[in-house]
């Protein structure tokens, strides 16, 4: 038996109720892990560069093992970009060698960039056409019920790789199980917190970092997956927010 832990936090009043998105977080962990997951979610809730939250939800749900999806995880690369216009045109060269129809990408670039407030989950694009696909506005969709199966041997390969930040090791993971929905042919990211500006895209077989792909300062960040026409979207949705998965390094890569 596994627990979905879940957080979210606004401040104002409830998402639902249009408080402003704080903090969310996912982890699908032991009942050992668990009382220790749930604190450093409510901490992460409390202070965050976005702000204090005084609406905090904390869900915790049992999950079946047998109901675990085994999904591998996506290799990483990095590109060190001079500029903010710099990054967003190498994402967007990375998004139309994916598949993506380069005025789809533009639409896409253009829809994040101008988000009013952030997104809590993650808009379904058209990959042709450019076209928003899910009708949950603001809230999106958002991708739940993964983990890594091995935190130790994760955190050692994103150490060896130079990485050490709470910001890639969520967002691999997030990217992982995505890319392993049929259908989903990319994605596109940069963070909502105002002082992170890397950001990503995602592939089925690679998930590349630009160092620059938003403004330093702007709480204005959000998700994107580019999804091939044809997707039943139904189960899609279902497969993001409602299948357990947990993500593996290669095995000759974890020691
Ligand atoms: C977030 O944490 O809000 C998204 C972070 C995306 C980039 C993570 C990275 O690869 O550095
Ligand atoms: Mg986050
Ligand atoms: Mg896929
Ligand atoms: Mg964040």
Sequence with gaps: MLYS???????????????????????????????????????RALF??????DFINLTVETVLTENVQA????????????????GRESAQAELIRAGVAPAAV????????????????AMLV???????????????????????????????WLNRQGH??????????????????????????WSDDPEYVTGYVSTPMLYTRFTKLKPYGSPIGGRIFFIK???????LADYLQYQPVLISVPAEEAS
Excluded at 11 to 28: P, T, V, Y
């Design 106 to 121: 533009a639409a896409a670039i253009e829809a994040l960039a101008g988000l009013k407030s952030s997104l809590r989950g």
């Design 71 to 86: 999904v591998p995880c996506l290799p990483i690369a990095t590109v060190a970009v001079p500029s903010v216009t710099a």
């Design 164 to 189: 050490s930040n709470i910001h890639i090791q969520e967002a691999v993971v997030l990217a992982s199980k995505v890319m392993a929905a049929p259908g989903v042919v990319a994605e596109l990211c």
């Design 126 to 156: 058209d990959a042709q056409t450019g076209v928003r696909l899910d009708d949950n506005g603001e809230k999106g969709i958002r991708v739940s019920r993964m983990d890594i199966a091995d935190e130790q041997a994760y955190l050692c």
């Design 48 to 53: 965050h560069s976005r702000g204090t939250a």
């Design 229 to 235: 026409e044809g997707t039943d979207l139904e189960q």
């Design 5 to 43: 832990v879940r957080m979210r936090a606004a401040q104002g009043d409830a998402h639902e109720k249009g408080g402003k998105h704080i903090s969310g977080a996912e982890r699908l962990v032991s009942q050992e892990q668990l009382p220790s997951v749930a604190t450093a979610m409510l901490r």
